[in-house]
């Protein structure tokens, strides 16, 4: 089967041309082809841009286990409508991906279930450090450095050590110091005030984790990734990368703060927390200057039943995959970044971090992982409208400018328009850790 993509505007790696994009199989066969080639089909995108698939490299699925709240199928539909191609999800489902042998289970499941691409961290406890030094077919080890349920939580230093010490894989982590956290229970104990959650799980709590985790990586010369920075004094600690850490940003942390909560309440109840309008900006600025190299999602849905709960009993976590793009899109639209911006965060940066082979570019030879996108439609977001099973979304009626319209996975539309293809072509995504990551990519590229 082979497609010409015509009339778009593309997003190459270093310039917006109107080009047409032939698919040939799965992979891209040709950018710019000659004219009257034949093919199978053509698709006039006039008008329209057309970007490489998404990547989101941090979302949190809950099957198994959890499923009530979300599974492979519903969050991978989810996807395929926000234009993301290819997630990796994180191991504290239940139970929980801590073994190879859990991992592979997952590896079966989204095999029958995903309509995209999708890898699985393994995840860290004080018990499984044989299980990390052999593990594969993974974009690298996840470490709850607090803010964890279950054995998932590793706070120890020497525990730390090891895993940083005597593993190989790229290792990312949750970063909240648990003793700040713990001590700021203790001195809000009775609150049901959500906006207490901002001063529980404060900025030093955020900054401790994430300057001891940074320390870890640097000693031990070990690739590191920072998940959800919040804090514009994280921000600071990450303006000399060493080559070893990387480091990103989330919607909810760049669009949302502290404001919010009288209108959101527990919706916006977050680990790390929301923080400030001046958080906000220095996040913007951190990914334009290259400190932060990532944006992505941290999708952790809850049930809108548990999420309305009164506090502190309601979950920390939000859906987003589906609004993602549509909410950076919008930003674009107002000025705030560009275009290529959203495609380096979102695209071409997770591939580079965690060495994801034949993603997150539109050229030859790469998988034909696109996502076709309308920078003029304006529409609102609409919780009866979201394919999550959760049902809801924080941005409900709020308008957004620039929407994803089309989805393919490997060569084959899964989405367009509301509705998707009935079975999928997706496949395991593949990492190359000999690569050496974010750094080395660009080095050899540059």
Request: charged content about 25%; glycine content about 8%; some cysteine.
């Amino acid at each position: 089967m082979r497609t010409l993509i015509q009339n778009a505007r593309v997003v190459l790696p270093d310039t917006i041309e109107r080009v047409s994009v032939l698919i040939g199989g799965t992979q891209i066969a040709d950018v710019d082809p000659a004219p009257h080639l034949r093919v199978d089909e053509v698709i006039d995108a006039t008008g329209l841009h057309l970007l490489p698939g998404l990547i989101d490299d941090q979302v949190h699925f809950r099957e198994p286990g959890l499923t009530p709240k979300e599974d492979l199928a519903s969050g991978s539909r989810a996807c395929a409508k926000g234009g993301i191609t290819t997630f990796l999800e994180m191991p504290n489902t239940l139970p929980a991906t801590t073994t190879q042998a859990r991992l592979e289970e997952k590896l079966a499941l989204a095999a029958r279930k995903s309509l995209v691409n999708y890898g699985f961290y393994v995840g860290a406890t004080t018990g499984n450090l044989d299980e990390l030094r052999r593990a594969h077919r993974t974009p690298g080890i996840k470490i709850f450095i607090g803010s964890s349920t279950g054995d998932l939580l590793v706070d120890d230093q020497g525990t730390l050590e090891r895993i940083f010490a005597e593993t190989t894989l790229p290792i990312t982590a949750h970063c909240e110091d648990e003793t700040t956290v713990r001590a700021n229970i203790a001195r809000f104990a009775g609150t049901h005030d959500v906006a207490d959650h901002s001063r529980i799980r404060d900025h030093q709590a955020a900054l401790i984790a994430t300057r001891r985790a940074i320390d870890l990586a640097l000693r031990h010369h070990h690739r590191f990734h920072v998940l959800h920075v919040s804090t514009a004094a994280e921000a600071e600690l990450l303006v000399d990368h060493r080559q070893l850490i990387t480091a990103e940003a989330c919607p909810h942390h760049l669009l949302l703060n502290v404001g919010d909560y009288p209108r959101l309440g527990t919706l916006a109840q977050m680990n790390p927390s929301l923080k400030t309008p001046d958080d906000n900006r220095h996040l913007w600025q951190a990914l334009r200057d290259g400190r932060l190299q990532v944006v992505a999602t941290d999708h952790a849905p809850h049930t809108l039943e548990e999420k309305r709960l009164l506090y502190p009993a309601s979950p920390s976590g939000l859906p987003a995959v589906e609004n993602s793009l549509a909410l950076m899109l919008n930003e674009v639209h107002h000025g705030r970044c560009t275009l290529q911006q959203v495609v380096r965060w979102m695209c071409d940066a997770p591939a580079r971090v965690w060495d994801l082979v034949g993603k997150g570019r539109i050229a030859v030879g790469y998988d034909a992982d696109l996502v076709l996108v309308d920078l003029e439609r304006t529409s609102e977001v609409r919780n009866e409208e979201q394919v999550t099973k959760c049902g809801w979304s924080p941005w409900h009626g709020v308008r957004l400018t620039g929407w994803p319209i089309r989805t393919w996975v490997l060569g084959r539309e899964v989405y367009r328009d509301g509705g998707f293809a009935p079975a999928a072509r997706s496949q395991e995504a593949q990492f190359d850790h000999a690569r050496g990551g974010y750094w080395a990519t660009a080095s050899r590229e540059a």
